[in-house]
Structure formats: structure tokens, C-alpha cells
């Protein structure tokens, strides 16, 4: 009877015992504590950065072609020139004297052509005079024949050498004229006077040379976002891609726009940077005011995917066989799904990456709770690992 009593309490004592493991594998106190998300289809936009600043996608540098003090400046910063208003001039008088020169120059030339073409209709006749004596029977000595055809010959080579002395005449002219007019500059396009670089007084082309930028008009009713992305970025940007466009002085607004051009050529910084290349988005409905050379960056969606099964960016980790630590071989990529509070190593397959999630092809479920934090958790995760969900944000017990 004794024995059977304390078989009896040994044998409630080991019931006791497994019932307290189980309450502990249980109870939710118990575990490390993550935050998990379920498996769910959601929209995917695959983006790429790039930075920059806003320019209009019309805009002149006005230069100029000769040298010389301005004598008049018309417009400042800000203005409204319509093409063909008047912006400013430089000091004409060498160019008036350049012009009054190449027009006696032409003068002179054209009188020396004259006469030479005088000389060439009297040798002419001469010449013909002579022959029709010979023709007619009479006596013509052969060396006078002889003289007349080359007095002929050479006064019609004089006659086209200073014909040709005219046209370089007028050619001269004719660019003297261009210059005097080249020192009135008037606006090329219509628009907003963006840059001034020159004041009155001052010498136009004194550093650069004649070509040097005076001031810049821009059309500022259509603006772009000239931004520098990536290298291993840019193979995968096509013209037409949407993109979101930040601009700092705008801080709370995003503006839409589409990639409109694509460099051909790199930019590099330096010879250790990477190189970067120049993406033109047109934004969409620029703000009134807009001005150009402002900061801005942006996205660009260069892949879509509809209502796709996704898991969080930070839920993706890379582990050996069975969710084991990586040894030597390469690693699997795979997510640690929670079923029966245990953390189990579930490898998958990921398309393109969204703001916050992958796209996950295969090896999950629509609503299957995976480990999405915190980061320390989803790497240090091991098979069987009993987990506890919390917020995210939770301090650990």
C-alpha cells in the first residue's frame, strides 16, 4: 500500500512538471520578443535616387561676339523681355569707324574694277580691229597680232582679279556691318532675365574673351529637375518613368514628373568617385514662383508590381542549411515565419524591392506572420527559438 501511495505522488509529480514546461513554452512572457507582419499583397514600386537642382527647360546664355565697354544696360534680374527688346549695347565707335572703312575700301575697289573693265573692252576691240584688217585682206604684221591678243588676255585677267577684289571688299564691308550691329544685343526668346553678369561700364568679353555670358533669360513656365543618378542605377531608368521630385524650398510638397532625357555621357567628380549620370524629369505642374538652380532630389519608379505578396525590407536575412549560422557555403536568403510562437527558417525567392517591402515569389503565404524586428532579433534568430510578439518600440523583459 506504501508503494503504491508514492508511485501515485511521483506520478502526479511528473504530470505537474510537463504541464509547467508547457505553460512555459507558452506563456507569452517568455522568448524574445519581436514585432511580426503579416504576409500580405500589396502595390510595389521599385525606385532609384538621384540629386540635383531645378533648371527651365528653355533657357539662353547671352553672349557676344565682340568686345567692348558697355555703354547701356536695359534690364535687371527679374525682368520680363520679350524677344527682340532691347538689352543692352557696347561702345559702337570702332565698330562705325570699321564700317566706314571697308565702305571706302569697297569704293576704292570698285572704281580700280571699272577701270580695269574699261581696259579690257578697248584691248578686246583693239583685237578685233585687227583681225577683221587681216580678215579683210589688208596687212596686219604678226607681232602686232601677237601684242594685241595679250594686251586682250591681260587686261580680261585684270578685269576678274579686281572683280574679285570687290567681293572680298564687300565681304568686308559686310562683316564690319555685322559687328556694329553684334554691339546692340536684344533678347533671343521671351522669358525672365534669370542672371546678370555685366554692369554699364564695364568691358563685355574683358576675361573670356569675345563669346563670354553677359546675363541668361529663361522661360520659366516649364521646369525640370536635372538630377545625377548612379551608375548602377541608370541602366535601369528609360525615358518616360514617373518619378517624385523633392525640391528643398518646398519642403512638404512632392512633385510628379517623367524622365524626358537620359545622358549619354558620365559625370565623374573625381578619380576615386563613381560615376554619375544627368536624368532630366519634366515636373508635371510646376508651383508659380519656381526659380531655377534650387536643390532638389527624386525618385524614379523604374518597376511596378500589382497587389504582390511582400514582406518587410528588414524581415529578409541570409542563413545556411535549415536556418543555421552561414558556414562556408553561401548563404540562403529566407524570412523566420512564426507558427506556434517558435521562429521557423522559411527560404524564399524576392523580386523587386519597394520603399519598405520585397516581393516575395515563392515560399510564404498570404498571411503568414513573419519576424519583421527588431533588427538584432531577425539575425540572431535560431531554429525552434521561442518568440514572443510585441509593439514595435518595446523595451525588453
Not at 69 to 74: E, F, I, K, N, P
Not at 75 to 102: C, H, K, M, Y
Not at 376 to 396: F, N, Y
Amino acid at each position: 500500500m506504501r508503494k503504491r501511495k508514492i508511485a501515485t505522488i511521483l506520478s502526479v509529480a511528473a504530470v505537474g512538471v510537463t504541464l509547467v514546461v508547457l505553460s512555459a513554452a507558452s506563456d507569452p512572457d517568455e522568448g524574445v520578443g519581436v514585432q511580426t507582419e503579416a504576409v500580405a499583397a500589396r502595390d510595389l514600386v521599385a525606385t532609384v535616387p538621384g540629386s540635383g537642382r531645378i533648371e527651365p527647360r528653355r533657357k539662353v546664355d547671352v553672349s557676344t561676339d565682340v568686345s567692348g565697354r558697355v555703354t547701356r544696360l536695359a534690364v535687371q534680374e527679374g525682368d520680363w523681355v520679350n524677344q527682340g527688346d532691347f538689352l543692352l549695347s557696347i561702345e559702337p565707335t570702332r565698330f562705325q569707324s570699321s564700317v566706314v572703312r571697308a565702305q571706302a575700301g569697297l569704293s576704292q575697289t570698285e572704281s580700280s574694277a571699272e577701270h580695269a573693265a574699261a581696259s579690257q573692252v578697248y584691248s578686246e576691240r583693239e583685237l578685233r580691229r585687227l583681225e577683221d584688217v587681216a580678215r579683210a585682206g589688208g596687212f596686219v604684221a604678226d607681232a602686232e597680232m601677237e601684242r594685241a591678243r595679250a594686251q586682250a588676255q591681260g587686261a580680261a585677267s585684270q578685269a576678274r582679279g579686281a572683280r574679285f577684289t570687290v567681293d572680298q571688299a564687300r565681304a568686308a564691308l559686310a562683316e564690319a556691318r555685322d559687328a556694329l550691329h553684334k554691339a546692340t544685343i536684344v533678347a533671343p526668346m521671351s522669358g525672365r532675365v534669370t542672371r546678370v553678369n555685366i554692369q554699364e561700364g564695364e568691358t563685355a568679353g574683358a576675361m573670356a574673351g569675345p563669346g563670354s555670358q553677359l546675363l541668361t533669360i529663361a522661360d520659366l513656365s516649364e521646369m525640370e529637375a536635372h538630377v545625377v543618378i548612379d551608375e548602377t542605377d541608370v541602366p535601369t531608368v528609360s525615358v518616360g518613368d514617373r518619378a517624385l521630385v523633392r525640391i528643398d524650398a518646398y519642403a512638404r510638397r512632392v512633385f510628379p514628373g517623367r524622365v524626358v532625357r537620359i545622358a549619354n555621357s558620365a559625370m565623374r567628380g573625381g578619380a576615386q568617385e563613381s560615376a554619375g549620370f544627368r536624368v532630366v524629369i519634366a515636373l508635371n505642374r510646376p508651383p508659380e514662383g519656381l526659380r531655377p538652380e534650387l536643390s532638389a532630389s527624386a525618385e524614379v519608379a523604374v518597376e511596378e508590381r500589382s497587389r504582390v505578396l511582400a514582406v518587410p525590407i528588414l524581415a529578409l536575412t541570409v542563413r545556411g542549411p535549415g536556418g543555421g549560422p552561414v558556414g562556408r557555403t553561401r548563404g540562403t536568403e529566407g524570412v523566420w515565419v512564426v507558427r506556434d510562437n517558435q521562429a521557423v527558417f522559411a527560404p524564399v525567392q524576392v523580386g523587386i524591392t519597394g520603399e519598405q517591402h520585397f516581393e516575395v515569389k515563392s515560399g510564404v503565404r498570404a498571411g503568414d506572420q513573419v519576424v519583421a524586428g527588431p533588427y538584432d532579433a531577425v539575425r540572431s534568430l535560431q531554429p525552434g527559438d521561442v518568440v514572443r510578439s510585441e509593439p514595435a518600440g518595446a523595451e525588453k523583459k
